[in-house]
């Protein structure tokens, strides 16, 4: 036997699959780090606009609030999307079919697309429904800062769905040091274009809507024009004359839609819930909105960790190697694990220094710190099995389990005992936060018996 055969040998380790593994540790950790900082940024511009509307109070604060609840709807809807074409983009990358995976790119991003310039159109036409209808009785003050964020940030509907779709292509082949590269570009842009609009052009959420804007048209350009880069493995042609392929389409929609009507159900279910929030008062929103921006941060390892898990599990399927899509699933959840207890820790040691920043009551940010402690322990605990796991279902075609268990969960433990909870026994926001946490859990619970039983491995992409 040759060196080169003699090094290509593998003996597994106690726990690891027989067989060469598909991602070594160093290859993982490339994928995971720059993900991991792409959600930091992500998740920290939005706080340091937030932090800059705050100077301006806590009204402007929770108009922004109240349509960035609405906002996150569309992202989770192109995220969902975008998860059905990378999936199958990495199940033809597992088996080695490029040609065929840069065709899948190419339907993903027209068909994205598509439905995110009519998703715009709907908002403008429905704008009146979501100021006045969809939130309740707000305060005029608040709902006219709401009206002119909204009127502005629609905009750049078309351009997040292009941004995760190109995103997401990109990450599915290994490479996420480009998505976060362009993301600090974007953020950087954000945030001074913020302070430029807000405090040296006195613009208010006006100009916060417009600074997003305009990083969020220059982040989906750059991303579409470098996979055009014939390069790349996974690349696109000439979108122009590109036609529609119903057959690839009908593909991403069967993983996606499912996923998409999970993840919007469960961005309307906590819309509805806002709107419960709002009926507390000015004080409760502001302090939901802030509290909302810091459990993005006490949630970072793991939702970078979900799209690692789609980009690994879904070559593995592609492969026909469950064992390996066991052995990562397992791995990357004790790393999930091992990350959040970390950074909530530190969270947990810095909360009065971040609770300084903003100009907030002290009854604000009296209730922030208790949500903050609260969000931040049922992290630690539940949030992985409930969040990190079903990524691994979603990644071999178990999408439909997926949707399911969370639309019920959702609207049976989040919305009802919202309403229990924070309405008829008197928690307010508090027990709001609480019915989430009992959402996790049921989630969690019927996760784990799906990945036990197996019924994952023999689904068809």
């Known amino acids: 036997m040759d060196v080169a055969a003699l090094k290509n040998r593998f003996i597994p380790k106690r726990g690891q699959p027989a067989g060469p593994l598909k991602f070594s540790n160093k290859e993982l950790i490339k994928i995971i780090i720059p993900l991991i900082i792409e959600q930091f940024l992500s998740i920290f511009v939005g706080m340091v606009a937030i932090m800059m509307i705050s100077q301006q109070g806590e009204q402007a604060t929770s108009g922004i609030a109240l349509i960035d609840t609405v906002n996150m709807l569309f992202i989770n809807i192109f995220a969902a999307l975008a998860t059905g074409g990378a999936v199958i983009t990495g199940y033809y990358i597992g088996q080695k079919k490029m040609e065929r995976a840069s065709k899948v790119a190419e339907q993903l991003v027209l068909m994205v697309t598509g439905i995110s310039l009519l998703i715009m159109v709907l908002v403008l036409v429905g704008q009146n429904f979501i100021l006045y209808n969809l939130f309740g009785d707000l305060e005029p003050v608040t709902r006219g800062y709401a009206k002119d964020y909204l009127n502005r940030i629609v905009f750049a509907i078309p351009f997040i769905g292009l941004y995760n779709s190109a995103a997401a292509l990109f990450r599915v082949t290994g490479d996420t040091r480009t998505p976060m590269n362009i993301s600090l570009l974007m953020n950087g842009i954000n945030i001074a274009l913020n302070y430029l609009f807000i405090f040296i052009l006195d613009m208010s959420v006006r100009g916060s809507a417009i600074a997003?804007?305009?990083?969020?048209?220059?982040?989906?350009?750059?991303?579409?024009?470098?996979?055009?880069?014939?390069?790349?493995?996974?690349?696109?042609?000439?979108?122009?004359?590109?036609?529609?392929?119903?057959?690839?389409?009908?593909?991403?929609?069967?993983?996606?839609?499912?996923?998409?009507?999970?993840?919007?159900?469960?961005?309307?279910?906590?819309?509805?819930?806002?709107?419960?929030?709002?009926?507390?008062?000015?004080?409760?929103?502001?302090?939901?909105?802030?509290?909302?921006?810091?459990?993005?941060?006490?949630?970072?390892?793991?939702?970078?960790?979900?799209?690692?898990?789609?980009?690994?599990?879904?070559?593995?399927?592609?492969?026909?190697?469950?064992?390996?899509?066991?052995?990562?699933?397992?791995?990357?959840?004790?790393?999930?694990?091992?990350?959040?207890?970390?950074?909530?820790?530190?969270?947990?040691?810095?909360?009065?220094?971040?609770?300084?920043?903003?100009?907030?009551?002290?009854?604000?940010?009296?209730?922030?710190?208790?949500?903050?402690?609260?969000?931040?322990?049922?992290?630690?605990?539940?949030?992985?099995?409930?969040?990190?796991?079903?990524?691994?279902?979603?990644?071999?075609?178990?999408?439909?389990?997926?949707?399911?268990?969370?639309?019920?969960?959702?609207?049976?433990?989040?919305?009802?005992?919202?309403?229990?909870?924070?309405?008829?026994?008197?928690?307010?926001?508090?027990?709001?936060?609480?019915?989430?946490?009992?959402?996790?859990?049921?989630?969690?619970?019927?996760?784990?018996?799906?990945?036990?039983?197996?019924?994952?491995?023999?689904?068809?992409?």
């Open 212 to 461: 997003t804007l305009i990083s969020r048209i220059a982040a989906s350009v750059i991303l579409i024009i470098m996979l055009h880069d014939k390069k790349r493995a996974i690349h696109l042609g000439n979108l122009f004359k590109t036609k529609p392929d119903i057959s690839v389409i009908k593909r991403m929609l069967y993983i996606g839609v499912p996923n998409g009507l999970e993840n919007s159900m469960f961005q309307i279910g906590k819309i509805l819930v806002v709107r419960l929030v709002a009926s507390f008062g000015a004080v409760s929103i502001a302090a939901n909105g802030i509290a909302a921006s810091l459990a993005g941060y006490q949630v970072l390892p793991g939702a970078a960790m979900g799209f690692v898990v789609i980009t690994v599990v879904s070559q593995c399927v592609g492969a026909r190697d469950y064992e390996q899509g066991r052995y990562y699933t397992k791995k990357l959840l004790k790393m999930t694990y091992v990350s959040v207890w970390v950074l909530n820790a530190a969270i947990f040691l810095f909360l009065p220094n971040i609770l300084g920043i903003y100009n907030f009551a002290p009854e604000t940010l009296e209730m922030i710190r208790q949500v903050a402690i609260y969000h931040g322990i049922c992290v630690c605990l539940i949030w992985p099995l409930s969040f990190t796991l079903p990524n691994t279902l979603r990644a071999s075609g178990d999408m439909k389990y997926s949707m399911t268990v969370s639309v019920l969960s959702m609207w049976i433990c989040r919305i009802v005992f919202s309403y229990i909870l924070g309405r008829y026994l008197k928690m307010g926001l508090m027990g709001v936060w609480v019915a989430m946490t009992l959402d996790w859990t049921v989630r969690g619970i019927c996760f784990i018996c799906r990945y036990i039983n197996g019924k994952w491995t023999r689904q068809k992409i």
